[in-house]
């Protein structure tokens, strides 16, 4: 196999039909062989060897990342050698800042170049951007023009229900209905998802639409868009090729959603309707409704890392289960994972362990175990879920033949490390579709 290169190294292949395997082969964008040395040097005869020093993974997805924004927000926080440390420290630092109000389109295209590097450095390999307007959109699409998109891009559409442009549900429609494209439309480096909408409000100011009260005053939250609206949105996006991906945090937003998802057939499957945070008081119920329609749950343990504690301040015993990751996997649903960064916590090494430990910060306690899940389950949300949000499960998400050539190399198998080291492993290097985006030496 002419240009062909077999990696030797032990590989978490993340494919249910093989999870480990000794050697995998590369050429072109694809990976074309996986499995032992000799079966790979079968395939793949006369193909240049390189050996490894590390565990190979496939490239993990960030389900839910702000690149642009990401971005934009590197641009200001940092100085011209900063590497991924320094910029996760930055953007803890600067969590309610939204990066620069103006930017040119040219900001935008730099912006992108700044902060994918950072992100391979994490081992990511894609994301999905969960709220892109209209700005945003021809950024990323400058960017592609260009050849300089690096990390491949999920970007969901957000027309903001009461804003100028679109002041109610109907004119959402007719934007959407307007240019002929929908969910899918794209190529490899660069989709178009379901669009975003707001069902609720945000946990921590007490707006999450829940079944119980907040508290004595009988408050239940804020609902940002009626039943009626929901439904009728829900309905024509089905019926017209786009994906629906609906931000509800609480139970009777939750809810709702999984009522209209259900309604909306095999769309939902097609198209990767989510439901996205959807971690407060979630019922069993709608776990199984999701399991049914096939909708994906996009949950950031970063979330929970940061409010834990406050929602332990508002809600007492009841923040105790909050983002159920357990009962989503158990319960039979698709889970991604993702960050809500780079205004959360972002390192997918850190949300792995806080999705195990259920750790959050500024408490000595975990939040209950009862919802907590294996490294293993929380790489598979990094990997095969999340490319099912990434509408790439059938070509990402694994090393597995016939796969986009998209991996790292880690320090070391996150899946036998003490459970503390996991933070720490190095990824010393990233290719997105054979191509090198990141390489690190050992310390
Ligand atoms: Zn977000």
Redesign the pocket.
Known sequence: MTGAVIFVAPVVTMDPERPDADAFAVAGDRIVAVGTLDEVRAIAPGAREEALDGTVLPGLIDA?M?MERAGLKALVHLDDGDGVDRYIEAMRDSFDDDGPTDPSPEDRVRALERVQPLLHALGFTGIVD??VRIEEMRGYQEAHRRGRLTMRTVAMPYLEIGSEATPDVDAVIAHLDGTGVSTGFGDELLRIGPIKVYLDGEALKGEALLDEPWDASGFRGRQRISDEDFARLVAWCAAHGWGVGTHAVGSAAIALVASEYEKAGDAVRERRFQFIHAYLETSAESIASAARSGAIASLQPSIIWHNGSGLRAKLGERAERANPVRSWLDGGATVAFGS?GPFFAFDPRHLMWQAVTRRVAGESEPLSPTEAITVEEALAAYTTGAAVAALADHHRGMIRPGHLADWALWGDDPRRVLLDDLRRIPVLRTDVGGRTVHTQERA
Do not use: G
């Open positions: 839910h702000h969960p709220a809500d």
